[in-house]
C-alpha cells in the first residue's frame, strides 16, 4: 500500500535559517504529493501541492520539488521567520478504485526562534 | 478559513454512548472526506463521499458510520464509543473525487471520551 516516510522533529531553527523537510513515498501508479501545515489548535491548510514527476510546487516561500527516481518531495524555505512554526505534513493521493484518500506521514513540528 | 464548517467544535462523552458530527462542505465542493487524528495513529483517512455515494473506504471501524445527503452535507456516526476514539476528527472537501484535486480541511471536533 501506499506509505509516506518524514523526518523525525522537532526541528528548531533560529530566524532567517535555511530549512529542509525530508518527505518519502512509496505508492503504486501516479499520485499527486501535498504538504500541508496545522498550527496550534487548528485544522490542516493546504502549503503546496505537485501533480506529476519534476513538477515543483510553491507557496509563500516554501518549495518542494516531485522527484519520481528518489521518491521524494523535500520542503524547503530559504529564510523562516518565528510565524512559520508549526507541524508539517507531507502527503500522497491515491486514486483507489473510483475513490481517493491521503496518506500522511507523521508530521514534522517546526520551532523557529528569535 | 478553508469554507468547511463543522459542528460541534468540542464533544466531551462517555463510553458507550452514540455521536453524530457535522460537515459542510466549501460551495460547490461534491466530495466530503473524514479523518480522525490521534497521538498513537496519527492522521488516518476514514472514508469518502462524491455526491452521496460513497468511493473509498479506509480503516473506519464497523462502529462507525457516515452519510452525506442531497445537500452535500456529511455526518459522521460514532456508536458504542471507546476510550480509544478520543481523537480529532476533521471533514475535508473537493471539488472532484480525482487524486490531483486538493482536499481542504474543516478546523475538525475533538471528541473526549470518558
Known amino acids: 500500500g501506499n506509505s509516506v516516510t518524514q523526518m523525525e522533529g522537532p526541528v528548531t531553527l533560529s530566524e532567517e535559517a535555511f530549512l529542509t523537510i525530508n518527505c518519502t513515498y512509496t505508492?503504486?501508479?501516479?499520485?499527486?504529493l501535498f504538504w500541508y501545515v496545522q498550527y496550534p489548535g487548528e485544522g490542516l491548510q493546504l502549503l503546496l501541492k505537485?501533480?506529476?514527476?519534476?513538477d515543483k510546487g510553491s507557496n509563500k516561500g516554501f518549495e518542494a520539488t516531485y522527484r519520481k527516481e528518489t521518491t521524494s518531495f523535500h520542503l524547503e524555505k530559504g529564510s523562516v521567520q518565528v510565524s512559520d512554526s508549526a507541524v508539517y505534513f507531507c502527503?500522497?493521493?491515491?486514486?483507489?478504485?473510483?475513490?481517493?484518500?491521503?496518506?500522511f506521514g507523521t508530521g514534522t513540528q517546526l520551532k523557529v526562534e528569535l | 478559513d478553508s469554507g468547511v464548517t463543522q459542528t460541534p467544535k468540542h464533544l466531551i462523552t462517555a463510553t458507550g454512548q452514540r455521536v453524530t458530527l457535522r460537515c459542510s462542505p466549501r460551495?460547490?465542493?461534491?466530495?466530503v472526506y473524514w479523518y480522525q487524528q490521534s497521538l498513537d495513529q496519527g492522521l488516518q483517512f476514514l472514508i469518502q463521499?462524491?455526491?452521496?455515494?460513497?468511493?473509498a473506504k479506509g480503516n473506519i471501524l464497523e462502529r462507525f458510520s457516515a452519510q452525506q445527503f442531497p445537500d452535500l452535507h456529511s455526518e459522521l456516526n460514532l456508536s458504542s464509543l471507546e476510550l480509544g476514539d478520543s481523537a480529532l476528527y476533521f471533514c475535508?472537501?473537493?471539488?472532484?473525487?480525482?487524486?490531483?484535486?486538493?482536499?481542504?480541511f474543516g478546523p475538525g471536533t475533538r471528541l473526549t471520551v470518558l
Open positions: 475535508a472537501s473537493s471539488v472532484g473525487s480525482g487524486s490531483s484535486n486538493e482536499q481542504f
Open positions: 505508492a503504486t501508479g501516479y499520485p499527486s
Open positions: 505537485a501533480t506529476k514527476a519534476d
Open positions: 502527503a500522497l493521493s491515491g486514486f483507489t478504485g473510483g475513490g481517493n484518500k491521503l496518506t
Open positions: 460551495s460547490g465542493d461534491l466530495s
Open positions: 463521499y462524491y455526491n452521496g455515494e460513497e468511493r
